[in-house]
C-alpha cells in the first residue's frame, strides 16, 4: 500500500482516460482546491470517493485506496460477518 498519494500515478491514468483534475471534482462533488488538496496528501478520500475514481479511472476500488494512501478505505461490496471481522482485525495486529 502506498504511504503517500501517488499523483503521478493519479495524473498519468486522468491524461490516459482525456479526464483533468477539474473532472475529478465535479464527479466527487468537491472544488478543486479541495481535489489539489488530495493531491497533495493533505485530504483522505472517503470509501464512496474510491468507489466514483474507480469508475472514472478504469481500476478497481482495491488500486485507487492502495494509490491513494495507507488509511484510504477500500469499499466493501457487502458487509462482513461478525467473523471476518474478527479474522481481518487479527490479521492486521498481527
Given at each position: 500500500m502506498a504511504l503517500f498519494f501517488?499523483?503521478?500515478w493519479f495524473d498519468a491514468r486522468l491524461a490516459?482516460?482525456?479526464l483533468r483534475r477539474g473532472?475529478?471534482?465535479m464527479a466527487l462533488g468537491l472544488s478543486e482546491s479541495q481535489i489539489?488538496?488530495?493531491w497533495k496528501d493533505?485530504?483522505?478520500l472517503t470509501a464512496q470517493n474510491v468507489r466514483v475514481?474507480?469508475?472514472l479511472l478504469g481500476a478497481t476500488p482495491a488500486e485507487i485506496a492502495t494509490r491513494a494512501g495507507m488509511s484510504t478505505p477500500a469499499p466493501r461490496d457487502a458487509p462482513e460477518s461478525i467473523e471476518q471481522r474478527?479474522?481481518?482485525v487479527e490479521a492486521e495486529l498481527a
Open positions: 501517488d499523483s503521478d490516459s482516460a482525456g473532472d475529478v471534482a489539489a488538496e488530495l493533505q485530504r483522505e475514481l474507480a469508475g474478527l479474522a481481518r
